[in-house]
């Protein structure tokens, strides 16, 4: 079974600071993919970042970036230079890339707030 | 392109009455998924479909039934609800190939009194 373990329930961070969220995850299967998405206020889903178990290099989008370190299962988010619009939750996601297996297992997520 | 669309956006039910939710997508995604959000936790796979005709359970199947008769469209059904189905329910979809992400809709609050 997958596991997806959100440590920081909530986080508070000065603007234009950056700031990294944890995410560690159990998985058996060698082959699986690691989601961050974004929640704000307004509910909506919104997709960040993907990073594949089999990528040797960090997932980078604009000012998020995944830092994944396989040996420690954990797949932090790294968001550059904060704005006030990067206040909301945000959920770390896995998902085993076995055809077949659709779930998509998520953590309880960490409220991020952005303090002006 | 809409993307993904629920309706209906908000809804109130008495215990044991019954609803559908309908998802749509015009992606021409395979995949469709309808899970629940709970306070303090993640979103939870209720049932899921890998293409027409195709359905499968989740993780918190119990009380929820789903029918993917045409690509698009994907509904959730609560033949009679209870209190514990007070949610907000999510309906995705995504493109066949599993690095692809989830596009997901705004969401249906539902409260069942």
């Known amino acids: 079974a997958q596991k997806i373990t959100q440590t920081q329930p909530g986080m508070f961070v000065q603007e234009k600071e950056a700031v990294t969220l944890d995410c560690t995850y159990d998985t058996s299967d060698q082959s699986y993919g690691l989601f961050w998405y974004k929640q704000p206020s307004s509910g909506e889903m919104i997709f960040l970042i993907y990073?594949?178990?089999?990528?040797?290099q960090n997932a980078t989008e604009g000012r998020y970036s995944l830092n994944f370190q396989k040996a420690r299962k954990s797949a932090n988010l790294v968001i550059s230079a904060s704005q006030l619009g990067d206040s909301a939750m945000y959920f770390c996601?896995?998902?085993?890339?076995?055809?077949?297996?659709?779930?998509?297992?998520f953590g309880t997520g960490t409220r991020l707030t952005i303090i002006p | 392109n809409a993307g993904v669309t629920q309706t209906p956006k908000f809804r109130v039910l008495k215990t044991g009455q019954s609803m559908t939710l309908l998802c749509a997508q015009d992606?021409?995604?395979?995949?469709m998924y309808w899970y629940r959000q709970d306070p303090g936790m993640g979103l939870r796979l209720i049932h899921y479909s890998v293409g027409e005709g195709t359905t499968a359970k989740g993780e918190v199947p119990d009380g929820y039934n789903v029918s993917r008769l045409k690509k698009q469209n994907f509904l959730l059904g609560l033949e009679s609800a209870a209190p514990s189905q007070t949610s907000v329910y999510f309906c995705?979809?995504?493109?066949?190939?599993?690095?692809?992400?989830?596009?997901f809709g705004p969401g249906t609050r539902l409260t069942v009194t």
């Open positions: 990073q594949g178990s089999y990528d040797e």
């Open positions: 996601a896995m998902r085993d890339l076995r055809f077949g297996n659709e779930k998509l297992t």
């Open positions: 995705a979809s995504s493109y066949q190939g599993v690095s692809y992400e989830q596009y």
């Open positions: 992606m021409n995604h395979e995949y």
